[in-house]
């Protein structure tokens, strides 16, 4: 006689929710819910199961800043020296390509979509790295030009530095004025309503545990002793990736965001990068939300574990205190992190086949909101073509 633990699955679950998947896709964030959304519109008869380990999306989607953005100055002149043109400008050109696709797919309100640019913010210690960046505007412009198809992108906007507050704090800012600012909550949830119209099945607090291939297929067992069969698989957890595949050159890494409550009479309007984008800012209505720091503690923020620190908290309010807010009295409202997923070699993501069911879709480099859709729509055209 066969013994069953006391949460084993009905007959009517089985064949309701488990029965002749086609696809299982780990991860309901923007990568997951937008690969389920290609498959259900290239092949409509495939049975789409998503799976996510947490009530809601538990990785980056619904935890980042909501940036519309390809990069700052410095973050380019960066990628430049590291990787060289023809990475640097390849991967530039998939970041836009992504944020129009995820524009024209869930549409600027849903998305609550505001184009009011991007700045680089420097201070009196920074003028040798701002006069790099504006020596190198003009070649920017001219990538951007071809890949954009808008002319000087980039602007020196010091003129502004006054109407946002920043005078005696800021020395300089470079505007960009392609970037823009979304609600990724809004995004996320827009993505589950049309993942679902299309006839997706998505399933939260299923956290799975282990992956087995088979002759037919990958077996997924669960957290809670599940055992789930699928024709193939296509993991999207990014940095969370580690967990099920840490062979994966995909290394986990904690950003801590704090929230202010309302500002009256807020003047800053926008996003704002500084320190080559390891530190990063917008107003959300009249708050502000700030984040980042990482590379101040690389040994305890590559992590896939969710939390703040002290000295990470301490230097995000110094921030507003000494460059962004300055004389304004403001109140933290409340902390969250996300954990990114970004390469020890490279920003481009991870697309490829690991074994004959196994598909991944992973490591955004901090760019989730640029390249997520994309990347998403790519892992489901690789499986669709191996269905």
């Not at 202010?260 to 107003?283: E, M, Q, S, W």
């Amino acid at each position: 006689m066969q013994q069953t633990s006391s949460n084993s699955l009905s007959f009517w679950e089985r064949d309701t929710w488990f029965h002749n998947t086609d696809v299982a896709i780990i991860g309901a964030g923007l990568v997951g819910l937008s690969a389920a959304i290609s498959l259900k519109t290239a092949k409509p008869a495939l049975k789409v199961l998503v799976l996510e380990r947490g009530p809601l999306p538990s990785g980056a989607s619904t935890k980042n800043a909501g940036f519309a953005c390809f990069g700052s100055p410095s973050e380019l002149l960066d990628d430049l020296d590291l990787f060289g043109e023809e990475i640097t400008w390849e991967t530039v050109a998939m970041r836009w390509k992504g944020l129009k696709r995820l524009r024209l797919l869930l549409g600027d309100e849903n998305l609550a979509y505001e184009g009011l640019g991007g700045y680089e913010v420097f201070r009196d210690s920074d003028k040798d790295l701002y006069e790099a960046c504006m020596e190198k505007v003009p070649e920017f412009n001219r990538q951007l030009r071809d890949i954009i198809g808008v002319k000087d992108v980039f602007q020196q906007a010091d003129p502004q530095i006054s109407s946002f507050g920043f005078k005696g704090c800021a020395r300089n800012m470079i505007l960009n004025t392609a970037e823009g600012q979304i609600h990724t909550g809004k995004m996320v949830l827009t993505l589950w309503r049309k993942a679902q119209e299309a006839g997706v099945l998505i399933l939260t607090g299923l956290s799975v545990a282990s992956m087995e291939n088979k002759e037919q297929g990958m077996v997924l067992c669960t957290e809670n002793n599940w055992k789930l069969k699928a024709r193939k698989v296509l993991l999207c957890t990014n940095g969370l990736t580690g967990k099920l595949l840490p062979e994966l050159e995909v290394i986990p890494a904690r950003n801590q965001v704090l929230i202010t409550k309302p500002i009256p009479g807020l003047p800053v309007a926008g996003c704002f990068h500084y320190d080559k984008g390891y530190f990063y800012l917008r107003n959300i209505g009249n708050r502000i939300l700030i984040g980042g720091g990482r590379h101040l503690a690389p040994d305890t923020e590559r992590t896939s574990d969710f939390g703040t620190t002290i000295p990470i908290q301490t230097k995000l309010r110094e921030l507003l205190d000494t460059v962004f807010l300055p004389g304004i009295a403001w109140k933290e409202d409340y902390w969250w992190s996300g954990i990114l997923g970004i390469g020890p070699s490279g920003k481009k993501p991870i697309i490829r086949w690991i074994d004959e069911h196994l598909a991944v879709a992973v490591r955004m480099g901090g760019m989730g909101v640029a390249i997520g859709s994309l990347v998403g729509a790519h892992g489901a055209e690789l499986v669709s073509e191996a269905l």
